[in-house]
């Protein structure tokens, strides 16, 4: 076999051989990307159903309630600490707060803005501008988490604010719609 031929055969056995690892990276990055996508709107879906539960309470205590178990379902733990007066107690016990997570809520309270340290994150509640309550989380584990529990925490708050509102001005408010299913509850 001249050189030449030998030099074609090694040449097509490389192209091969590169041809198959480039169509495995990216039959990797194709199954990575679908799940990713998969996980996305599975998240949305849940985050989704979390809104329309917290629009849904019919308490002020039921909306607390319901976004610690909501951002529970995102950051792994949660809790809610309510600030009266400067005074921090646990919901629904109204009990001391740990001590370990006092310094967290009263930063988060007091810049009405999310605080994370070490393993722990704290976003605040408000009504009318106030820290009302702080969200006690595990820390997020990823920018898509945090987003997602600070979306809970002001959307609780504004339905705090309007609950409040209706309450001092007498209105009732009026049944939602009933939500469109989305992708998390479809049977």
Known sequence: MALDDRIREALDR????VRAAAQAEVDEVRRSAELSTAD?????????????????????????TIVAGCAR???????????????????????DVPSD???????AAS???PVIEGDAAAF???????????????????PAVHNAVD????????????????????????PSPAPEPSAGNAS
Not at 14 to 17: F, G, K, P, R, S
Not at 42 to 64: K, N
Not at 74 to 95: F, H, K, M, W
Not at 101 to 107: E, K
């Open 14 to 17: 490389a192209l091969v051989d």
């Open 40 to 64: 996305l709107r599975t998240s949305a879906a849940r985050l989704t159903d979390c809104i329309h539960a917290i629009d849904e309470a019919p308490t002020l205590g039921a909306v607390l």
């Open 73 to 95: 379902l995102e950051a792994g733990r949660a809790g809610v600490i309510l600030v009266t007066n400067g005074t921090l107690t646990t919901y629904p016990s109204r009990a």
């Open 101 to 107: 997570q006092v310094q967290l809520a009263n930063s």
């Open 111 to 113: 810049a009405r803005r």
């Open 124 to 142: 605040p509640i408000t009504v009318g501008g106030q820290a009302v309550a702080v969200l006690l989380t595990a820390a997020p584990a990823t």
């Open 151 to 174: 979306l809970l925490a002001r959307h609780a708050g504004r339905v705090l604010e309007a609950m409040t509102v209706c309450k001092i001005t007498g209105l009732t408010s009026a």
